[in-house]
């Protein structure tokens, strides 16, 4: 009910807004109407004002037709400068605004995605942590839940990774670090993390060796785990992600592949916005905040290098990001 309301009350202020700027721009071309109109019997008047058989009549009557023709101009050409300024201002003012709507929106998504997002592997956690301690478990059903409890945790952990590290990149806070990394190394072990982590899944990997190249380990390793952590999301349990890392000239390409159902043509851009997610709100059923790409991204061409999403044929998308290497 409250959305509802609110749903109204931005329809009522858009109303209003472009009723204020049609009274605007109507009182504006009315004055201009008025001024010409007043000009005209202004100029009218003098000439009737003058006597025909004076000297120099022809000449007066020139100059005040001149003089008619430039306030015609002037009037004109104020009349369109404050126009011109109105509607840059109008536009500004209306993306300015439905900008602001939209980011509070997403931002209230965001708030509404991250208290799921903790309360989830917390909730999991206490129970799992409870079970192990009251109940009398066989060895195989407590590994289960130590390593279920290892996933939430993760999980966890990577949420408060993407939440502080984008803050930080935000507010400019940040300090890079650069040094020579081996790219290569640092795939693998993210790789060899999340097979450790989802053991039910497949994944296909080709990581050509010593690929170097200068950035922040840390940033790095945080996007190479929000592209593959995005691939398993958006991908069944039975669809294969493939990784795949190799040296074309002086660039490193990183490819990410799922088989998910992919990404429309229209969304491919704004993936990576700050706190957007594709689908709809009410009907999503994937887990995320919407911070994942959209700090991936900050990453890549902060490290100088490129990101972009393709199709992948038959289905799902290819996260491609380019990076120098040394």
């Not at 306030?71 to 404050?82: L, S």
């Not at 931002?107 to 592997?121: G, W």
């Amino acid at each position: 009910m409250a959305n509802y309301y609110k749903r109204k009350r931005f329809t009522v202020i858009t109303i209003v807004y472009w009723f204020l700027l049609i009274y605007i721009i109507t009182a504006l071309l009315f004055w201009l109407l008025s001024l010409l109109r007043q000009n005209t019997q202004m100029a009218e008047y003098k000439i009737l004002q003058l006597k025909k058989d004076e000297p120099g009549y022809v000449a007066q009557v020139e100059a005040i037709q001149m003089q008619e023709k430039t306030k015609v101009a002037q009037y004109i050409g104020e009349g369109a400068t404050f126009m011109l300024l109105i509607l840059v201002g109008a536009v500004f003012v209306y993306r300015a605004t439905r900008r602001q709507i939209r980011l509070n929106n997403q931002q209230q998504n965001f708030m509404m995605a991250v208290t799921h997002e903790l309360k989830t592997p917390i909730a999991v956690t206490k129970l799992n942590l409870e079970t192990l301690i009251k109940r009398k478990l066989e060895e195989h059903q407590r590994e289960k839940l130590i390593n279920n409890t290892l996933q939430e945790a993760n999980r966890l952990n990577t949420l408060c990774d993407n939440i502080l590290v984008a803050s930080q990149l935000d507010a400019g806070r940040y300090l890079f670090t650069k040094e020579t990394l081996n790219l290569s190394d640092l795939l693998s072990d993210s790789i060899s993390n999340f097979e450790e982590r989802f053991p039910e899944r497949h994944f296909k990997y080709d990581i050509e060796k010593e690929i170097f190249v200068t950035g922040d380990a840390l940033l790095l390793q945080l996007a190479a785990n929000n592209l593959i952590d995005n691939a398993i999301k958006y991908s069944a349990k039975d669809k294969t992600v493939t990784i795949a890392l190799k040296k074309q000239g002086a660039k490193a390409v990183l490819e990410i592949i799922d088989e998910g159902e992919g990404i429309r043509g229209q969304e491919k851009t704004r993936v990576f916005e700050k706190f957007y997610r594709s689908g709809s709100e009410s009907t999503r059923r994937t887990k995320g905040t919407g911070l994942g790409l959209f700090l991936t991204k900050k990453i890549i061409t902060d490290h100088k290098g490129t990101i972009k999403v393709i199709d992948n044929n038959p289905s799902g998308c290819i996260f491609v990001c380019t990076l120098a290497v040394i």
